[in-house]
């Protein structure tokens, strides 16, 4: 099944975002990370587990009237660092964005280990995970050291 | 300026300096002379739970070199207690100090006051993270009973799971090339990423349950205690606990210049009988802690210790 029949199994959106190149069933954690859930008022259409030639498999999330902006694109290094992720406006693709994964991901999500400092959200400082392996992804809390749990990352967006 | 909040903040070559500081000042330790080096400095000791050796042995040491110290005093009766955020607290108490001396129960509170802070932090123990001044005082002592530090084989015993003094120490050693075995149940072995780690660094580690076997070559048995509150099953632990548990009589088949080390307290783990023998080192370990945090506090702090140590008598 090519890449493009995939793309229609939703329709085409005029403006808004689309994510594509999601690693297979990552979707979900996807819009956790980008704080999308099932209060936001924007319609969000969502395929799973679509053939892909480059991936085997993939997901890919259409977001209507929103565009995402840099600093959430960057969250999304900790879940699908290889996402495409392109901005329409009037049907047409007007901006291909990137995902940077700096060497430090800096108040995007807490720190996994339940004794850490950083737990306490009256903390004022910075939450700071380190980047120590890109491919496979290893994080470690830049306070506590602990190496990071990325399956319970998600549930830990700030 | 920079504090001490792990062992990585030391190269091998600041270690040994820093361990000679200690060996100079150690009249000065003793009490035999008085050598004001601190006057005029103040410590903060922030203790967010309890602590006798490293809380009065960093007292005795500011107070041994002319300085002053200030204390948090019980939790319970602090601003903490009212909800001040640890941020806060090290605001304030940056504002009265030149270095802060602390132990939290949280993993990472030194590093984290040591980026709110402005005078160096001396890390005191937080959660089951890192003990590095305890580190010092461990590798001072092993060094004054074999004159060196490389290449020793060290045995770890007991609680290395939750003990924080031997997770600091086996970093330190492997970076001086020591042999290590970590000999502990299997419930409180010493955790995997730590493990991990030291493969990754070159270190040469033995895991095992067997401590009397993994004894008889070593130079140095490093004991900690084995807390009950650990195990769901009291039969559990006292099978344990009878494992890991040192008697005079278990130390004839050793080197004879193996030296036994404990972080103290002991509870059973060593029995009175080794006190006796010349293998025990754990009580001038403890002394060893007043010296080691001389050193530091002199380092942390800009102070040359001087090649020849001298000083008015008390």
């Keep these: 099944m090519s890449n493009e029949h995939s793309m ?10 689309v994510i594509d190149h999601i690693p297979s069933g990552q979707a979900m954690r996807v819009l956790e990370m980008l704080g999308i859930g099932g209060e936001t008022a924007v319609p969000v259409s969502l395929v799973m587990n679509v053939p892909s030639k480059k991936m085997g498999s993939k997901d890919i999330i259409k977001v209507e009237d929103r565009e995402v902006t840099q600093p959430e694109l960057d969250r999304l290094a900790l879940v699908a660092p290889d996402a495409h992720v392109s901005i329409i ?10 995902i940077n994964l700096g060497e430090e991901v800096v108040n995007v999500v807490r720190c996994t280990f339940s004794n850490c400092i950083t737990t306490n959200l009256r903390e004022p400082q910075d939450h700071r995970l380190k980047v120590v392996n890109r491919d496979p992804l290893q994080l470690r809390c830049h306070y506590c050291g602990r190496p990071q749990n990325l399956a319970e990352l998600a549930n830990n967006v700030l | 300026m920079a504090g001490l909040i792990t062992m990585d903040d030391l190269t091998n070559e600041q270690i040994l300096e820093i361990l000679a500081d200690a060996e100079r000042l150690l009249p000065v330790a003793r009490g035999e002379i008085y050598l004001p080096l601190l006057q005029g400095r103040i410590l903060g000791n922030l203790f967010f739970e309890p602590s006798t050796r490293t809380r009065m042995s960093f007292e005795t040491a500011m107070k041994r070199l002319g300085g002053d110290v200030v204390n948090l005093g019980d ?15 090290i605001q304030m108490v940056d504002g009265y100090t030149d270095i802060i001396a602390m132990r939290h129960p949280r993993q990472g509170a030194a590093q984290y006051a040591q980026d709110a802070a402005s005078v160096p932090i001396l890390n005191g123990g937080d959660g089951a993270g890192h003990h590095p001044t305890q580190t010092m005082l461990d590798l001072f002592t092993i060094k004054q009973a074999h004159g060196r530090l490389e290449g020793l084989k060290v045995v770890l015993a007991g609680d290395l799971r939750y003990g ?5 120490l086996s970093h330190a050693l492997t970076r001086f090339g020591c042999e290590l075995i970590f000999a502990s149940p299997d419930l409180l072995k010493m955790p995997e990423e730590i493990v991990s780690d030291l493969l990754a660094q070159g270190a040469s580690v033995v895991e095992t349950e067997d401590l009397y076997d993994s004894m008889n070559d070593a130079d140095v048995v490093y004991m900690t205690r084995i807390q009950k509150e650990r195990f769901a099953d009291e039969d559990e632990y006292a099978r344990c606990a009878g494992a890991y548990k040192l008697h005079a ?6 080197k004879p210049d193996m030296i036994i080390m404990h972080p103290l307290p002991r509870v059973d783990e060593i029995d009175p009988s080794v006190d006796d023998t010349r293998h025990a080192r754990y009580f001038e370990q403890a002394f060893n802690g007043v010296v080691a945090r001389m050193a530091l506090l002199c380092r942390l702090l800009g102070v040359s210790v001087p090649e020849e140590v001298k000083g008015g008598a008390l």
Excluded: P
């Design chain 1, 8 to 17: 229609r199994r939703v329709t085409a959106i005029r403006n808004g975002t």
């Design chain 1, 89 to 98: 406006r009037a049907y047409s693709v007007a901006e291909k964005l990137t």
């Design chain 2, 75 to 89: 939790v319970k009766t602090s601003s903490v207690v009212k909800g001040e955020t640890l941020f806060d607290t």
């Design chain 2, 164 to 168: 924080r003094t031997v997770h600091s």
């Design chain 2, 249 to 254: 009589r278990h130390l004839k088949e050793v």
